[in-house]
């Protein structure tokens, strides 16, 4: 089946720095990558679509410059959360949509701004 | 807006129980429904995929069932094992071909040995 990174797994960072994280399909094309998040006991809440080569489409509440996604290939994109807070731990899940429309999701990384 | 409500939202059972988590979706125009399973601190896991014009999927100890029109789908899972210890979510595709899932909460469930 088809398979989605994430790295890294877990991160810890000071309040006010930035993280990266990246979402790589090994081995499949994704033209459309998801970003979601999700907090204890609470369901995925999507963030943001995005489509290889273009701007990254933001859900409704999402802050479109706190989260940069970078899609440059079609097998990376990246969620970079930019002067984080600790209100911006969460667990942060990326999927890439294969085949049949079919999103196939990664491990997810683990966020604590300290 | 399409809301996904799952109940119960934690289940603990003995070894070897049959059980039935519960799946409710408000707009009943979607295209495909999914049961993942989420172990804890990791990602998803696919379980079955039911398309809009099924009524059931099946694999090993696990059946899935959809009534669109009632919005309601259900995941039995047959002679539960401790393994099948997880959180299981249940996501809908809207009926638009934009290609995003709503997801409910989850049901966290435990079986003990």
């Known amino acids: 089946g088809a398979v989605v990174s994430q790295h890294p797994s877990w991160v810890i960072c000071k309040s006010g720095t930035s993280v990266k994280i990246e979402c790589r399909s090994l081995d499949f094309q994704a ?39 970078n899609h440059a290939s079609l097998t990376l994109s990246t969620l970079t959360v930019t002067s984080a807070h600790p209100e911006d731990s969460s667990f942060y899940i990326c999927s890439g949509k294969g085949g049949w429309d079919t999103q196939y999701f990664g491990p997810g990384t683990r966020l604590t701004v300290l | 807006k399409q809301e996904v409500t799952q109940i119960p939202a934690a289940l603990s059972v003995p070894e070897g129980e049959n059980l039935v988590l519960n ?18 601190g990791k990602g998803l ?69």
């Open chain 1, 31 to 69: 033209t459309t990558m998801f970003w979601y998040r999700q907090f204890p006991k609470q369901s995925l809440m999507l963030m943001a679509t995005s489509n290889e080569g273009s701007k990254a489409t933001y859900e409704q509440g999402v802050e479109k410059d706190k989260f940069l996604i």
């Open chain 2, 45 to 113: 896991t696919s379980l079955l995929l039911i398309q809009s014009s099924q009524r059931e999927q099946t694999s090993g100890r696990l059946n899935a069932s959809l009534d669109k029109s009632s919005g309601r789908s259900t995941l039995y899972i047959a002679a539960s094992q401790p393994g099948d210890s997880a959180t299981y979510l249940c996501a809908v595709k809207e009926d638009s071909g934009y290609s995003t899932l709503t997801f409910g909460k989850g049901t966290m469930l435990l079986v003990s040995p």
């Open chain 2, 23 to 40: 799946c409710s979706f408000t707009d009943s125009a979607i295209y495909n429904l999914q049961w993942f399973r989420q172990d804890p």
